[in-house]
């Protein structure tokens, strides 16, 4: 029990023997009602002070979750800045990824285009390189052709009878006209027709070729009844000679007969010996089609 309680109830005691019971009962009814109202407060208080307490737990755990926020954020912005230090670089590597792929592919065109001009030029070296091939074939082929034809002739061209010539990428073989016909004739010297006929039998020997036989003169003009020019002789000529080799034995599918007069020289007209070598009848070895290859131009 408290003092204050018993000092009231004291005065009440005191009270009674003084003052009328109407007012004791009044007064014990009102310290009744102070008691609890003192009780009531002293709750009130309690509660409130465990209120208090409750919100300053409340208010400190708010405040520790304010200074984590705040770490957080805190956090949160270096790791932005960051984020940002890193987005700038990675856009700016990107950037130059970009403009390096860009190069990139202008190169890769470039070196495409480059690669088709190059498959193109290589091609045509390609093409070039087996013209040249063939060409190269063609020129030993006939390299060894006319070995074997001066391997053949050399009797003839030893007694001075015939040569054996290149001309124009041609085998040819000359015949003086002295050796074959009188000045100004074209009926064949028993001397020539046994030439012509050693000619024949050499000719018959190289498989499916064709032969051109060409009269040529000199400069000297020539009028008569017969021929009116040495285009007239020199063609005349030809014919007899082809004559000749048909009937010794080459096929007459495969000779021609043409006259060039004076008009296709070997030597200039100024002396007698010039005229000599420029009278002459010429059997061309004719090119089969694979030997006409063409070296192609250089670009």
């Known amino acids: 029990m408290s003092t204050r309680f018993v000092l009231a109830?004291?005065?009440a005691a005191l009270l009674v023997a003084c003052v009328p019971k109407d007012r004791y009962d009044a007064a014990l009814t009102d310290a009744k009602k102070a008691k609890d109202g003192a009780a009531q407060c002293a709750a009130d208080?309690?509660?409130a002070n465990a209120e208090v307490g409750r919100l300053t737990d409340a208010l400190k755990q708010l405040q520790e979750l304010a200074d984590q926020r705040d770490k957080a954020l805190a956090d949160a912005q270096v790791g932005t800045h960051d984020l940002q230090t890193k987005?700038?670089?990675a856009t700016a590597v990107n950037a130059e990824l970009r403009a390096g792929l860009e190069r990139l592919g202008k190169n890769a065109d470039s070196l495409l285009a480059e690669k088709g001009n190059l498959s193109t030029a290589l091609a045509e070296a390609k093409a070039r390189l087996e013209e040249l091939r063939k060409?190269?074939?063609a020129a030993d082929a006939r390299a060894q052709l006319f070995k074997?034809?001066?391997m053949k002739f050399h009797k003839m061209i030893d007694s001075g009878q015939l040569k054996v010539r290149l001309r124009d990428g041609r085998m040819v073989i000359e015949l003086a006209n002295d050796v074959l016909f009188d000045s100004g004739q074209t009926?064949?010297?028993p001397e020539g027709q046994k030439a012509i006929a050693d000619v024949a039998a050499v000719l018959r020997t190289i498989g499916n070729r064709h032969f051109q036989v060409a009269g040529h003169t000199d400069n000297v003009p020539i009028t008569t009844a017969k021929?009116?020019?040495n285009w007239e002789l020199s063609t005349e000529r030809a014919v007899v000679v082809v004559r000749y080799l048909v009937a010794h034995g080459l096929r007459p599918d495969l000779v021609s007969a043409a006259g060039y007069g004076e008009f296709d020289p070997v030597a200039s007209n100024d002396t007698p010996a010039n005229k000599a070598k420029n009278r002459r009848i010429e059997i061309t070895?004719?090119?089969n089609i694979d030997e006409l290859v063409g070296i192609p131009e250089g670009k």
């Open 9 to 11: 109830i004291s005065c």
């Open 45 to 47: 208080r309690d509660k």
């Open 87 to 89: 987005l700038d670089d």
């Open 135 to 137: 060409a190269q074939a």
């Open 148 to 150: 074997q034809l001066a």
């Open 187 to 189: 009926t064949m010297k």
């Open 227 to 229: 021929f009116a020019s």
């Open 285 to 287: 070895l004719q090119p």
